[in-house]
Structures are given as structure tokens and as C-alpha cells.
């Protein structure tokens, strides 16, 4: 069974959305404050965050910068564009805006559960012609082995499992810290420097795209040299 937290202040919500996750046999936890969603998440580890932004004490946003490896939807009544892109930059999978259909939240929900159930149980990324294979540590453009440094190497891998998203320069530090406490802001745009050339050696193409003022992403298309 697969649990779902709801960290929302409004009883009525809450219950609203328990019901029909529970209908849809889901397992459900609550908190009511953003001090209390951090006491759940330290006792349990649910399968996928509900969160609204307007809580009592600890503002959802703060949650946010706490939850790891959870896929999080953001589920609120702000609307602004500016501050959707904020959170998803931030590590939110999605962004809802209440009023919500129920019908549409439960398929998001469904489709974000299977993502990270496939992110989770395979040890092989592939985006174009670049192989990661996260059991022998091994990356391969076209075939051909190319030898990466643990720095190199985490930054590709978090690129990587998140193609489409645009990791901000603060995250990709934070997510990659235990792996490589070596790198540092100063010193992270000198390892995608050489991430980028070395991969580029290979094929002649651009992997890695510099989103000016935010971080990095794969490249949507790549560009030969």
C-alpha cells in the first residue's frame, strides 16, 4: 500500500482528500502545521507529499527545503506564476492550484507514484547517447567508456534523473553534498566545465545547458561543435 501525507490546516480539505485516497486504497497520514509535517516525516517515510503553502508556524515552503527523496505536490490557493516556477525549480513534482478536481489530483497522484517507482528500480539512466549505469558507476557516450570524477559523476547522475527540470545551482550543491562535500559554489561551475567537456569530447555535441541565473539542465536538443 502506498502512503500519502496531507500537510494541510484546513479540516475540510483534509478530509475530503483522505476520503477519496483512501477510497482509492491509499494509506494516508496527516499533519496540520508545518512543525508537525516535519515530526511525521521523521517518524515514517510516506510515498508522496501533499503540501499547502499556508500553514501555521512553519511555512509549506520551508517544508519543502526539508523533504528528500519524496515526490511532493504542491497543492495551494496561490496562483502566481512566479511563485509555481519557485517551488517546482525547488523540487516540487507538481503544482495544484485550489480549487482543485479530484478526479485530475488522483491521476497526478497515479502518475507521479509510477515515475518515482521506475526512478527507484532501475540503476540504468539513458538520455540520447549517454548511459549511466548507477550500480558500476559507469557512464558511456555511443558506446564509448568515459571516465568521470565522483563530482562529475553525481552532478550527471541528478541531471540526468531529472531531465526536464531545471536544477537550481543551491539545490544541485544540497542534493549532491553527501557524495561530494568537495565541491562548493565556487568550485561548481569548474566540475560541469569538465563534465561537459569531456562528454562533448566523445560525440562533439552539448549535454548540459546553462540556464542563465537559475543552474542546469539536460539540453533539449544538442548542439554540435
Not at 563530482?151 to 540526468?160: P, V
Request: proline fraction near 3%; charged fraction near 25%; glycine fraction near 8%.
Amino acid at each position: 500500500m502506498k502512503n500519502i501525507l496531507i500537510i494541510d490546516d484546513d479540516i475540510y480539505i483534509g478530509d475530503m482528500l483522505e476520503e477519496s485516497l483512501s477510497k482509492e486504497g491509499y494509506g494516508v497520514l496527516r499533519a496540520y502545521s508545518g512543525t508537525e509535517a516535519l515530526y511525521v516525516l521523521g517518524e515514517s517515510k510516506p510515498d508522496l507529499v501533499l503540501l499547502d503553502l499556508m500553514l501555521p508556524g512553519l511555512k509549506g515552503e520551508d517544508v519543502l527545503m526539508h523533504i528528500k527523496g519524496i515526490p511532493v505536490i504542491v497543492v495551494s490557493a496561490k496562483a502566481d506564476i512566479d511563485n509555481k516556477v519557485d517551488l517546482l525549480l525547488g523540487g516540487a513534482v507538481d503544482y495544484v492550484t485550489k480549487p482543485f478536481d479530484t478526479k485530475e489530483l488522483l491521476a497526478r497522484i497515479s502518475a507521479h507514484l509510477r515515475s518515482a517507482a521506475y526512478n527507484s528500480n532501475t540503476s540504468i539512466l539513458k538520455y540520447d547517447d549517454i548511459t549511466l549505469d548507477a550500480e558500476s558507476r559507469e557512464v558511456s557516450v555511443g558506446g564509448i567508456n568515459v571516465k568521470l570524477t565522483r563530482t562529475e559523476y553525481a552532478i550527471l547522475k541528478l541531471l540526468m534523473q531529472n531531465p526536464a527540470q531545471v536544477i537550481t545551482k543551491s539545490l544541485l550543491l544540497e542534493r549532491i553534498s553527501g557524495e561530494t562535500p568537495d565541491c562548493t559554489d565556487n568550485s561548481l561551475k569548474m566540475h560541469i566545465s569538465n563534465l561537459r567537456g569531456k562528454l562533448r569530447k566523445v560525440s562533439g555535441k552539448n549535454y548540459i545547458e546553462a540556464v542563465w541565473g537559475i543552474g542546469f539542465k539536460m539540453q533539449n536538443e544538442n548542439v554540435g561543435l
